[in-house]
Nanobody
Framework: QVQLVESGGGLVQPGGSLRLSCAASGILFSRRVMGWYRQAPGKERELVALAGSGGSLNYADSVKGRFTISRDDAKNTVYLQMNSLKPEDTAVYYC?????????WGQGTQVTVSS
């Protein structure tokens, strides 16, 4: 059974930082592309960042230079370091992976950027 459990969200002031974590189980983690997505109220879910199994990293233009995705294959965990946060980064952040053609999602963690 695939499980993705996010943690690390919260309330932060503009310009602040947060680090999200996603612990995965039930997958061959080292072989999977791991992703972070987000969904703001009234908007569609959007890709934030991807970390490939071969070390490739991809980011949405809106977060380039501010967010960093990383993975620890020994711990089956993917991280999202978010710096210089803006109010428009406010959203529920979801961890994602795909296995055998199916999408798997975590429960999401709320990130609120507000003064």
């Amino acid at each position: 059974q695939v499980q993705l459990v996010e943690s690390g969200g919260g309330l932060v002031q503009p310009g602040g930082s947060l680090r999200l974590s996603c612990a995965a189980s039930g997958i061959l983690f080292s072989r999977r592309v791991m992703g972070w997505y987000r969904q703001a109220p009234g908007k569609e879910r959007e890709l934030v960042a991807l970390a490939g199994s071969g070390g490739s990293l991809n980011y949405a233009d809106s977060v380039k230079g501010r967010f960093t995705i990383s993975r620890d294959d020994a711990k089956n965990t993917v991280y999202l370091q978010m710096n210089s946060l803006k109010p428009e980064d406010t959203a529920v952040y979801y961890c994602n992976t795909k296995q055998l053609g199916l999408d798997y999602w975590g429960q999401g963690t709320q990130v609120t950027v507000s003064s």
